[in-house]
C-alpha cells in the first residue's frame, strides 16, 4: 500500500488522516506551519517513521526557519527504505526522491 504525499510550496501528506489533520495537511495548505509542526511533531511521537510524516514536518519546519532541522529529516529519510508516494496531482514519487527535492530547496533558499 502506498502512502499518499502532496507535494507543491511545502510537502503536504493528503492521505486518510486528512480528517484530523494528523499529517498537518490542512495546517501546510492553509501556511499555518507553526500548527503543522505542532500537529506533526506529536504524530511522530506516535508514528517515527512513517515517510510522509518526516517529510511534511520537515518542509513545515523550512517555512518556519528551522533549516538544520528539516535537513536532519530528509537525510533521516534517506537512510530509510524507499517509499512510494502518492500525489495529489494522480503522480507518484519515492520518498527518497521527494527528501532529495526538499534538500534542494534547502540549499536554494540558503543561496538566496
Known amino acids: 500500500m502506498r502512502n499518499y504525499l502532496g507535494f507543491s510550496a511545502a510537502l503536504i501528506a493528503?492521505?486518510?488522516a486528512v480528517a484530523t489533520d494528523r499529517n498537518g495537511y490542512r495546517?501546510?495548505?492553509?501556511?499555518?506551519f507553526r500548527t503543522a509542526v505542532?500537529?506533526?511533531?506529536?504524530?511522530?511521537?506516535?508514528h517515527p517513521q512513517r515517510p510522509e510524516?518526516?517529510?511534511?514536518?520537515?518542509?513545515?519546519y523550512r517555512r518556519t526557519g528551522r533549516?538544520?532541522?528539516a535537513r536532519a529529516l530528509y537525510h533521516l529519510v534517506l537512510?530509510?527504505?524507499?517509499?512510494m508516494l502518492d500525489l495529489p496531482s494522480g503522480d507518484v514519487a519515492s520518498s527518497r526522491d521527494l527528501a532529495n527535492t526538499g534538500l534542494a530547496?534547502?540549499?536554494?533558499?540558503?543561496s538566496r
Do not use: C, K, W, Y
Open 53 to 60: 510524516l518526516m517529510l511534511n514536518l520537515a518542509a513545515a
Open 38 to 46: 505542532q500537529r506533526l511533531e506529536a504524530e511522530r511521537r506516535i
Open 27 to 32: 495546517a501546510i495548505a492553509a501556511g499555518d
Open 67 to 69: 533549516s538544520a532541522d
Open 105 to 110: 530547496r534547502i540549499t536554494e533558499f540558503a
Open 14 to 16: 493528503s492521505s486518510a
Open 79 to 83: 537512510r530509510r527504505p524507499v517509499v
